[in-house]
């Protein structure tokens, strides 16, 4: 059932989901526009780029794709509280870089919500995310905090 096709797919619905967010946060976007227009033009279409022609973006799983992005909309307050509570004295969400802390709601969602997906794999699933913007120092971050959040919602 864990096959490396669908672990590819929910890697790149990951991926995808960060940057849904990341356009909501920042265009404010209604969600069934914003899950639309990801279905429509970015969600396993081809590249389009005279380099890569003919290529094709891998293929995300667009249910936990759509589950993510829906999940943390509908939960950001539940996120984001368990988010502060692991960050330094001092720091608040609106500190962290947006990216950043889209990468954190996606993998705090599901480790609250998506009992399917082991603690590790959403963690690393995370770290990786976090590797496609930043460098190992805030990808170390994300392992961090979500390790932290996961000891509170996970037993």
Not at 52 to 63: I, Q, R, S
Not at 82 to 99: I, M, N, P, S
Request: hydrophobic share 45%; proline share 1%.
């Amino acid at each position: 059932m864990n096959s490396p096709a669908r672990s590819q797919a929910r890697s790149t619905a990951r991926l995808a989901a960060v940057q849904a967010l990341y356009q909501q946060q920042m265009e404010g976007t209604a969600l069934n526009k914003l899950l639309n227009e990801f279905h429509q033009h970015r969600l396993g279409r081809e590249v389009d780029d005279e380099d890569h022609e003919g290529e094709v973006f891998a293929d995300a799983e667009v249910d936990f794709f759509d589950d993510i992005v829906r999940g943390v909309d509908a939960r950001r307050d539940e996120i984001d509280a368990l988010l502060v509570a692991k960050l330094a004295q001092g720091w608040t969400l609106a500190r962290l870089d947006k990216t950043m802390l889209q990468v954190l709601r996606g993998g705090t969602y599901e480790l609250i919500a998506r009992a399917d997906v082991p603690t590790a794999t959403a963690i690393s699933e995370y770290v990786d995310v976090a590797k496609a913007f930043f460098d190992d120092r805030e990808a170390k971050f994300v392992n961090g905090i979500l390790d932290a959040v996961s000891r509170d919602v996970r037993s």
